[in-house]
């Protein structure tokens, strides 16, 4: 889990302590999910995060690529989804999701981030990253690069209980 060691820093880095209130704290590895909890404020915010185990497009350089799942109870909004790509996604590109035989393909790309299109997307999503083996997703870079990042779901379901009973899902 180095790589999520580095994004909970890469966190950090991108949201000042200020924003945070402080630094997120660890709920667990759960192999190849991590979860944490930090407060926003006064509202407490749970996620889980992962990297992709594998990789594929004919790219030179590539930022950090990670999938989150974010509750945030002071707000009621729970199960968000959202994937970073490490480039800039093409403008009015499709983003496709797979887990299993099932396709997903409700999402909007802005900068190096793809959002499901509804918390009813999301809660879909969720659901079958519970009972699936691996999510790929594809992408298409500002440059015209085709990507597919390969998620492992192994430790997704431990996770989410874990956000889950911290955020009082």
């Not at 994004?7 to 709920?27: K, W």
């Not at 930090?38 to 990297?51: D, F, I, P, R």
């Not at 590109?93 to 099932?102: E, N």
């Not at 809660?123 to 699936?132: N, P, Q, R, S, Y």
């Amino acid at each position: 889990m180095k790589k999520l060691s580095l994004f909970t820093v890469g966190v950090i880095c991108l949201f000042p302590f200020s924003v945070f209130g402080n630094a997120p704290q660890s709920l667990g590895e759960f192999d190849d999910w991590s979860a944490y909890s930090y407060q926003e404020g006064k509202n407490l915010v749970c996620y889980m995060a992962s990297t992709p185990q594998k990789s594929e497009g004919k790219y030179n350089k590539r930022g950090d690529i990670y999938a989150v799942i974010t509750h945030r109870p002071g707000d009621k909004t729970f199960d968000v989804l959202n994937f970073v790509a490490g480039y800039t996604y093409k403008s009015g590109s499709t983003v496709t999701a797979k887990i299993g035989q099932a396709s997903y393909t409700d999402f909007f790309v802005d900068g190096d981030k793809a959002w499901t299109m509804s918390s009813d997307a999301d809660k879909k999503m969720v659901e079958a990253m519970k009972k699936g083996e691996r999510l790929i997703l594809e992408g298409t870079s500002a440059k015209g690069t085709l990507t597919k990042d390969y998620y492992s779901l192994k430790g997704f379901s431990a996770a989410y209980k874990a956000i889950s009973a911290k955020c009082r899902r």
